[in-house]
């Protein structure tokens, strides 16, 4: 280690900032604003000679704008970011031809980049004398026991290399699952992603009927009409006009938590979105963007992108399911039991879609389930490291570039889904 303000040699600079010039305009860079000032701010720290080791919370205040002394476990966003430009710089030197003389490294667990010069360094010859007049004065019993003695601590230290390095793969594991799930949508993308839920039209009992029959001072205000329902007796009529659409209400719950879950994952990736609900957004705006589609049977542009593929959810006899095609294709059906006068679901699935290029020109991912419950449990799973890494095991090794769809089950207790369970995937 050379002491803090020492800067780099004014030819290893020269070859440094070429380098960092040549990623920062290849496709693996030119598209993603934050990871370019990341790395852009490393480097130059290190060519500037502060060789002291640069500290998340120095990074976060000083190039995201931060608060000082704000707690980086609430906020990774110095994490997230280093954690992309690793993997993009892992891209670019495997995609670009070595001819640099210099490769610049962002090791795991530290934020100082590293330049490896990829020019050997010519070694000084000895002559043939003199190493034999070393060898000839040496000790032999005292070079056996040197020699025994570094053979123990070379073999230890490859031990303790081994396990370091068996460590960074497992924690490494996940988070590289959930990178190529979604690095495809988001390498050429330069505006947000689009999370987009759908808005049944929704009926609401009249403020006239709630008070014909109500007693006096009852449901005078709005606040009380929305927390109970008027109290009409089995055999009472109602008119068309007793009912009226509200065009604000409509949004499924499993929906809403997939959009929040979905939305601040994509955040910590270090990703804007965008939200879309009902008609606020059209086929023409899935063509101009990557997007997240929520929802199955109530969602048009869900069931028109999901159509016609391995997996797809149909109606049949008045059941809604999840089918696969061919003629050994299984269906996948909501469990129901039945409450108090009313049927629950104890069971439930949901399907993911990843398309690379789906019929809409864009990366397209669909989270749905049949029921609220089974859309909120896609989401978890596609949303959670562990369970991306667990679920695409034993996937092809190039499955990140390919389409795929995965069926999840989930068991329901309190209208709360719990942890999804794979139980099927198909990729091409």
């Not at 409509?250 to 609900?277: E, F, K, Y």
């Not at 990140?400 to 329901?412: E, F």
Request: hydrophobic share 40%.
């Amino acid at each position: 280690m050379n002491g803090d303000n020492v800067p780099v040699d004014p030819s290893e600079r020269e070859a440094v900032s070429r380098e960092l010039e040549s990623i920062l305009s290849s496709p693996y860079f030119c598209t993603t604003k934050r990871s370019k000032e990341f790395l852009s701010y490393v480097v130059q720290y290190k060519l500037d000679g502060h060789e002291r080791r640069l500290k998340e919370r120095t990074i976060g205040t000083e190039l995201f704008k931060r608060p000082a002394g704000y707690a980086t476990g609430d906020d990774p966003v110095v994490r997230v970011q280093a954690g992309d430009v690793r993997r993009r710089l892992e891209q670019y030197y495997h995609a670009t031809a070595n001819h640099s003389s210099v490769r610049i490294e962002l090791p795991v667990g530290f934020y100082t980049p590293e330049f490896v010069w990829t020019q050997t360094v010519p070694v000084q010859e000895v002559p043939p004398e003199a190493a034999l007049a070393v060898v000839v004065t040496t000790d032999r019993s005292n070079g056996k026991r040197k020699l025994f003695r570094g053979a123990l601590v070379g073999l230890a230290l490859l031990i303790a290399a081994a396990a370091a390095w068996l460590v960074i793969r497992h924690e490494e594991a996940p988070r590289a699952a959930m990178d190529r799930f979604w690095s495809p949508g988001m390498m050429g993308a330069s505006g947000p992603i689009l999370i987009c839920l759908a808005k049944p039209t929704v009926y609401r009992p009249s403020a006239d009927l709630y008070q014909a029959h109500a007693s006096p001072g009852q449901f005078d205000t709005e606040f009380d009409r929305l927390g109970a329902p008027p109290p009409l007796k089995p055999n009472d009529t109602l008119q068309w006009h007793d009912m009226v659409e509200y065009s604000d209400f409509g949004v499924a719950s499993g929906d809403v938590h997939a959009a929040i879950r979905l939305s601040t994952m994509l955040t910590r990736l270090g990703r804007d979105t965008q939200l879309r609900i009902g008609n606020n957004y059209s086929f023409e705006d899935l063509r101009n963007s990557p997007a997240i589609v929520l929802g199955a049977f109530n969602n048009r542009w869900a069931m028109q992108l999901t159509s016609n593929l391995h997996f797809t959810f149909v109606e049949a006899n008045g059941k809604q399911m999840i089918r696969e095609q061919g003629q050994q294709g299984r269906n996948w059906e909501v469990k129901w039991t039945k409450h108090p006068g009313v049927w629950i679901a104890v069971e439930d699935y949901g399907l993911v879609t990843r398309l690379l290029d789906s019929k809409t020109g864009q990366f397209v991912v669909s989270v749905a389930g049949i029921t609220a419950a089974g859309t909120q449990a896609a989401s978890e799973f596609v949303s959670n490291s562990e369970d991306l890494e667990k679920g695409l095991r034993n996937a092809p090794k190039d499955w990140a570039q390919k389409n795929l769809q995965i069926v999840v089950h989930t068991t329901v207790t309190d209208s709360i889904p719990g942890p999804p369970e794979i139980v099927a995937t198909y990729i091409w």
